[in-house]
């Protein structure tokens, strides 16, 4: 009987210390979207507006390819000035974005943003011209999880 009380006490044992390192707690998501979604509405009221969205990036995500995240599509080509960025959530995330002049993509630099709700610009060397897409997208770096949004100010064409 002694012997049965050992097989018992083990499975306790060991699921109690594995409850002890479980991974952290997932973010306010539901808050973080909430956030997000406020972003995208303050931005959009904006005359030169273009467009915006905001996605769901998780710590266990791969790294985003190229035909992932959210894409904005223009019915005429478009001059894009700027891209405002702001991550919700805590922690770090990279942020990208490809355009589309014609049929062909190009990618323009990643930037790596607290999440902490404040609003960053994408950097543009020069406003991209006759864009007709563009593709938003982006993965943590440091956190459990965050929601990225975007903005897009420029002309229609």
């Known amino acids: 009987m002694r012997r049965r009380r050992y097989l ?4 306790v044992v ?21 956030q997000a979604d406020a972003f995208v509405e303050s931005e959009a009221v904006s005359a030169n507006f273009l467009g915006a969205g905001s996605f769901l990036a998780l710590q266990h995500d791969a790294v985003p390819l190229p035909d992932e995240g959210i894409t904005l599509d223009y019915g005429a080509d478009a001059r894009i000035e700027g891209i405002n960025v702001a991550c ?32 960053r610009t994408a950097p543009l060397n020069e406003p991209l011209e006759r864009v007709n897409a563009l593709r938003l997208n982006g993965q943590i770096k440091d956190g459990a999880g965050a929601v990225i949004a975007a903005a897009i100010t420029g002309t229609a064409g």
């Open 14 to 34: 060991l699921s109690t210390a594995l409850a002890s390192c479980s991974s952290p707690p997932e973010p306010e998501l539901q808050a973080a979207q909430a």
């Open 8 to 11: 018992l006490v083990l499975p």
């Open 88 to 119: 919700f959530g805590g922690g770090k995330a990279s942020f990208g974005a490809s355009v589309r002049t014609g049929s062909s993509w190009i990618g323009l630099d990643v930037l790596t943003l607290a999440c902490d709700g404040e609003p």
